[in-house]
């Protein structure tokens, strides 16, 4: 057995965490947990891994779930082309594997939305398969570990960490090894590491040297783009218009607020009016600004502004347009039932901050 195994097997048998999906740990539970925790942080994904797992306990629950319900589901962890992927992965599941995930690497890695990193996870957690299974934790780890002095995010770091973990799993034991490299990532080895209570460290090559802190080598950082955005709210005899955006864009199939892009020398009140113009058919005015609310994706910091609207002309009746040209759907719903639609997470907080969708009165 590789020196680390030993005191990493231990370590994690007195200190792993009590979460959910360690409870009763299938393929299916592992494989929800880890495409949520791509998104967000253990805390703040347990309750949506619960109800997940309550509304889809199985691939064949998820593979014949409804669009709009499993958006909602998934409201909140932002990414929807990851869910859509595990719906695709679970109908291949059910047709060529009887209804379980494969226990097999390749297979795995094989299906829509798994890479490397959750294809390994997948196999050694569930089917303890001897496969490596590499996240920013493990990263961190062996950098530090074994002291790699190159980005870890590039190669030849890169390639040197997945050889290593392959490595080092101790025949027999890969569900365990892994976890404990992740889990002492996640609660030893932080970005500040607290090596005095480390049980690697009498092995650990950085901390010998006295250079933890600087393991591992970051990369270049990716350039950010600055989105300036505008929707619109347009109320119109107690309804609100909403549409479904197509399902090839960004936030494909959620439901929306119509608006866009702020082009160059135009002011967010003239883009707002162009846009439902242009994707609704509708003439509209400004009534008054709703809210201004930024939200950050990895290289995109979105500025939204949202206004209220009104239909030029007041005419009788809620109109259906002609045509959309962004949209596969669209509904006029009371303001209230906005709760009930998946919306993309700026559109929500909008929903969620506007006193407009619990009292309609007060935007009439
Ligand atoms: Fe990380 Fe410190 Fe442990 Fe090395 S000794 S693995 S730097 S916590």
Avoid at 172 to 201: D, H, I, S, W, Y
Avoid at 285 to 296: E, G, K, S
Wanted: net charge negative.
């Amino acid at each position: 057995m590789q020196p680390i195994a030993a005191p990493l097997l231990q370590w994690f048998q007195a200190n792993k965490r009590l979460l959910p999906f360690r409870q009763e740990p299938s393929a299916y539970h592992i494989w929800v947990s880890e495409i949520m925790l791509q998104q967000t942080r253990v805390a703040a994904a347990i309750p949506y891994y619960n109800r997940f797992i309550a509304a889809l306990p199985t691939p064949a629950d998820l593979a014949v779930c409804e669009p709009d319900a499993l958006r909602k589901l998934w409201q909140g962890l932002g990414y929807y082309n990851r869910v859509n992927n595990m719906q695709k992965a679970a109908r291949i599941v059910c047709e060529q594997y009887g209804g379980d995930l494969p226990a097999d690497y390749d297979a795995l890695r094989s299906l829509p939305g798994i890479g490397d990193y959750t294809a390994g996870a997948i196999a050694s957690t569930a089917y303890n398969e001897e496969v490596p299974c590499v996240d920013g934790n493990v990263e961190r780890v062996l950098s530090r570990v074994f002291d790699i002095d190159t980005p870890v995010k590039e190669e030849p770091a890169k390639s040197r960490i997945r050889e290593l973990a392959q490595a080092l799993i101790p025949k027999g034991e890969a569900r365990n090894f892994n976890q404990g490299l992740m889990e002492l990532g996640a609660l030893v080895c932080r970005k500040k590491p607290e090596c005095e209570r480390c049980p690697l460290a009498g092995l650990c090559e950085s901390r010998h040297l006295g250079i933890q802190n600087e393991r591992p080598v970051p990369g270049k950082k990716a350039a950010v783009t600055q989105i300036e955005v505008v929707c619109g709210v347009l109320l119109h005899e107690g309804k609100v218009f909403i549409q479904r955006r197509n399902e090839k864009d960004v936030w494909g199939g959620l439901w929306e607020f119509p608006g866009g892009c702020v082009e160059p020398g135009e002011t967010p009140e003239q883009a707002v009016a162009r846009e439902w113009m242009e994707e609704v058919g509708f003439k509209v005015a400004i009534v008054r600004p709703l809210d201004v609310i930024r939200h950050n994706y990895t290289t995109y910091r979105i500025t939204l502004r949202c206004y209220q609207l009104r239909l030029e002309g007041k005419p009788k009746g809620c109109p259906v347009p002609e045509e959309l040209a962004e949209a596969t759907a669209c509904q006029w719903i009371a303001p209230q039932d906005i709760e009930a639609f998946p919306l993309p997470a700026p559109h929500r907080k909008l929903a969620d901050n506007c006193s407009l969708f619990d009292n309609p009165a007060s935007g009439e």
